[in-house]
């Protein structure tokens, strides 16, 4: 392959299948983005164009509206990434900038709006979905692969998803379910799996929050953290209480909830005290149906989604091409080995990446948006601990 080499990275870009000389300095900016709240990957491109010649230029057929990126920070071929784009938009609003967005190239996720049923394993049925959108291999949730009837009705895949997504319940009765395509070594895979099957994977990196790698942690750089708990403890955080119109009963409904205890998470406590009043805002779910019978999976999910945000972690790495949404990653502060004890510092410790922007200049660096709901700890404290936690 031939690739335009920049700093500590390798990249290509084509368009339309002509590849085009790289220049980092004929770039404004160059990012591509995969979040594990968005269906796929995005990409956005910012480039000198004085002349016009792009700006002015329309796209002569459907196959200039494709863009394929490869990435790399070593030049090994097993760990390119590659990502066949469509350009959603070209824009030039500044005089001299020429810029494109688009997302990953799987057109039947928005254009097709299809009313459809199925009676067999919900697995099965996300699995033939996803081949029909090109997407060959998958990631599903065994705790899905049981049998229910379900009818979809004229919706686009994207809005489908969605739906099931907020809504299922597994059969060992998971949820906080996530639905999304990921891409790595130039392989789409479509998932769909609970927050709670995700935490209990293996680590895939271990970082080190420092300026220089150490054994096998690698640096990072620009760490900041985010401490939400204030906004959960307004929302009464130890439970989630909801409504529901009971459609065969016709009358309202109140539910006790779901409890703080019944989430999952990677650290030994939640970031929600002890004292907290349990009692908390009630949410209004809708009317019962058969695919909804008491709101269990809807209730559950938006009290994990809740819960995820309690810490969040902005930091810099190195280009790390293949890292994507849903990895658990170990994070390690400088400080804390110093001390000897590695769980002194409240953020060492487990967290999951939500997402991903890789961003090319005269270098190549990775900023991760990292997520957990809690803090690990050596010292006393009044937090709630987490029952079913990574260990």
Aim: charged share 20%; proline share 4%.
């Amino acid at each position: 392959m031939n690739f335009g080499v920049a700093g500590n990275y390798f990249f290509n870009m084509t368009i339309g299948g002509v590849s085009l000389p790289f220049d980092p300095q004929m770039f404004q900016e160059i990012t591509i983005t995969q979040d594990i709240d968005r269906f796929v990957p995005v990409f956005r491109i910012a480039m000198q164009d004085a002349g016009g010649n792009l700006s002015n230029l329309l796209p002569y057929d459907q196959s200039a509206s494709t863009v394929t990126i490869e990435i790399g920070s070593t030049p090994a071929s097993n760990q390119l990434n590659r990502f066949p784009f469509r350009i959603l938009r070209r824009i030039s609003q500044i005089q001299g900038v020429f810029e494109m967005v688009g997302m990953l190239d799987v057109p039947m996720l928005y254009n097709s709006s299809i009313s459809k049923s199925w009676s067999q394993s919900i697995k099965t049925t996300l699995e033939s979905e996803a081949a029909e959108m090109g997407i060959s291999n998958t990631d599903v949730s065994p705790a899905l692969d049981y049998v229910k009837t379900l009818i979809r009705p004229r919706w686009n895949n994207a809005k489908w998803f969605g739906y099931l997504q907020n809504r299922l319940v597994g059969k060992g009765g998971e949820f906080g379910w996530r639905c999304f395509i990921k891409n790595v070594c130039g392989q789409a895979t479509f998932t769909f799996r609970s927050l709670g099957e995700m935490y209990a994977d293996p680590v895939k990196y271990n970082f080190l929050v420092g300026e220089t790698a150490f054994q096998d942690y690698l640096p990072l750089f620009d760490v900041q953290v985010f401490d939400n708990s204030g906004i959960l403890n307004s929302f009464g955080p130890k439970i989630q209480k909801y409504q529901y119109f009971d459609y065969a009963a016709g009358v309202f409904k109140d539910d006790e909830g779901t409890e703080i205890n019944d989430q999952p998470g990677l650290t030994e406590f939640h970031l929600v005290d002890r004292s907290e009043v349990a009692e908390g805002n009630s949410i209004l779910l809708g009317r019962t149906n058969e695919f909804n019978p008491d709101f269990t999976g809807p209730a559950q999910s938006a009290y994990a989604n809740r819960l995820l945000d309690g810490v969040q972690m902005w930091a810099v790495s190195s280009g790390l091409e293949n890292i994507v949404p849903g990895d658990i990653v170990k994070v390690l502060f400088a400080e804390a080995i110093a001390r000897g004890n590695m769980f002194v510092y409240q953020h060492s410790g487990y967290w999951m990446v939500r997402r991903v922007v890789h961003i090319f200049d005269t270098s190549f660096v990775t900023r991760l948006l990292l997520v957990r709901t809690g803090v690990d700890t050596a010292l006393q404290t009044t937090l709630t601990p987490v029952t079913d936690r990574k260990k």
